[in-house]
């Protein structure tokens, strides 16, 4: 079967440096992604990894290790408006949908 | 990026009544798109995948008789969710991949309300 697994929430403070981690088990691999969603809105792309390593990009960066099945989101720099829900999403194969984790809701506090 | 439109954003209706949501590629030719359903506090969840030309490819546990899908052209999707009840209501949204397979831009999504 599919299964996608992350944290339901986290908390952190503004400023700070958080980690969302996702560890993944499908059928097939051909890309991990992650998305924001803010309540009531649709998700937005953050990040892509479909080999291993760390891609960057601002503020946000996401790690991919397909032997451990493993992926993080690291957001630096915590802002207020960076309260929303991240999901990992993985494509296993094939016309390229998605399955979705369960999202981990984040709130930043001050 | 393609920018996805969908229509209406919100609908409500009475229990047993059909409601068709569509979905518009703006600026992309889309030969697949695809549907999600996203329950409050949930993750989305995908129902289907929406061929241009062909019929639907549906997700486990999605009864096709119900929500039906109809790609009639390269940048419209159309789910009709027939006979709907409460249970219906939900959040669904569409995405259009792009053609390198890297990304998937969604829609900003058509809220159900079933009474």
């Known amino acids: 079967g599919q299964n996608i697994d992350q944290p339901t929430e986290m908390t952190a403070t503004e400023g700070a440096i958080v980690q969302i981690n996702c560890t993944y088990q499908t059928s097939g691999f051909n890309g991990l992604f992650w998305y924001q969603q803010h309540a009531g809105e649709a998700p937005t792309f953050l990040s892509y990894?479909?080999?291993?390593g760390l891609e960057e990009k601002g503020r946000f960066s996401s790690f991919l290790s397909r032997s451990k099945v493993y992926s993080y989101l690291l957001l630096k720099e915590l802002q207020m408006k960076d309260s929303a829900s991240y999901l990992c999403a993985v494509t296993p194969g094939g016309y390229n949908k998605l399955i979705f984790g369960a999202g981990t809701r984040l709130a930043v506090h001050p | 990026g393609a920018v996805v439109s969908q229509h209406p954003s919100w609908v409500i209706c009475k229990s047993g009544t059909s409601v068709k949501i569509e979905c518009r590629s703006l600026?992309?030719?889309?030969?697949?798109m695809f549907w999600y359903r996203q329950f409050p506090k949930q993750s989305l969840m995908l129902m289907a995948t929406?061929?241009?030309?062909?019929?639907?490819?549906?997700e486990q546990g999605v009864e096709k008789d119900k929500f039906l899908i109809n790609h009639a052209s390269l940048t419209l999707s159309t789910l009709t969710v027939t006979s709907a009840h409460p249970e219906d209501s939900s959040f669904y949204i569409c995405?259009?991949?792009?053609?390198?397979?890297?990304?998937?831009?969604f829609g900003p999504g058509t809220r159900l309300t079933v009474l």
């Open positions: 995405s259009v991949p792009t053609s390198d397979n890297n990304e998937q831009f």
């Open positions: 929406s061929n241009e030309g062909s019929k639907a490819t549906y």
């Open positions: 600026d992309f030719q889309a030969t697949t």
């Open positions: 990894n479909v080999l291993d």
